[in-house]
Structure formats: C-alpha cells, structure tokens
C-alpha cells in the first residue's frame, strides 16, 4: 500500500505562487512501481479536474489552461512530487490532490490512479 501526503497549500494573493508537494510512504516496491503521479484539483460545486502529470523518467503532461503558469516536477529519491503554480488566480482556488498510478502511460480520467491524497486547500484572494 501507498499512502501519498500533499502539503503547501495555504491563501493567496492573486498574482502570487504556491509550491504543493506531495509524499509518497508505505511500502517501498509499491512506491518504485509508481510510474504516474498526477495533480487534480476541486472547485466548490464542480468536478474534480486534472491539472497535470509527470512519469518517472519526467514526461510531464498539462491541461492546456495551465501550461505556462504551473510546472509540475518530481524527486524521485525523495518519494516526492511538486506542483509551482505562479500567477495564482481566483478561479484557482481548489482543493488540490496528488494522485499515483502503475499505469505504464500518463492519463488524465481519475479513474486510472491508484492512489490518492487527503487533499490540501488553496485559496487565492482577489
């Protein structure tokens, strides 16, 4: 089992940055058989939305709304996956959760993570 903990979230000013990080724990060949960590966030009163992906050897994946402002990263020999978000805007605010897959692919549908986060708030004031 893999128990992943984001952390980082907090309030905002719009135009300001945030940098998640998410920690992976639990047992070690399931965490190296991890190839997929993923970003999601969750506006209230809407879906959970994917934000961005990144395999081990660091392909990285974004919805198109947020290449530029956000860059997702991630340390390997740390269990531990980032999220830079820059340029923060209001309609960012979310709860933000890390997610992990053995999928041998980056996906974007939920429903092809194995593992998710508890979650961490962000909130960006205008």
């Known amino acids: 089992q893999v128990r992943l903990v984001e952390s980082g979230g907090g309030v905002v000013l719009a135009g300001g940055s945030l940098r998640l990080a998410c920690t992976a724990s639990?047992?070690?060949?399931?965490?190296?058989?991890?190839?997929?960590m993923a970003w999601y966030r969750q506006a209230p009163g809407k879906e959970r939305e994917f934000v961005a992906a990144?395999?081990?050897?660091?392909?990285?994946y974004y919805v198109d709304s947020l290449k530029g402002r956000f860059t997702i990263s991630r340390d390997n020999g740390k269990n531990t996956m980032y999220l830079q978000m820059n340029s923060l805007k209001p309609e960012d605010t979310a709860v933000y959760y890390c997610?992990?897959?053995?999928?041998?692919?980056?996906?974007?549908?939920?429903?092809?993570?194995?593992?998710w986060g508890q979650g961490t708030q962000v909130t960006v004031s205008s």
């Open positions: 997610a992990a897959s053995y999928l041998r692919g980056v996906g974007t549908r939920s429903n092809e993570y194995d593992y």
């Open positions: 639990g047992n070690v060949l399931s965490i190296h058989s991890i190839y997929v």
């Open positions: 990144i395999s081990w050897s660091g392909s990285t």
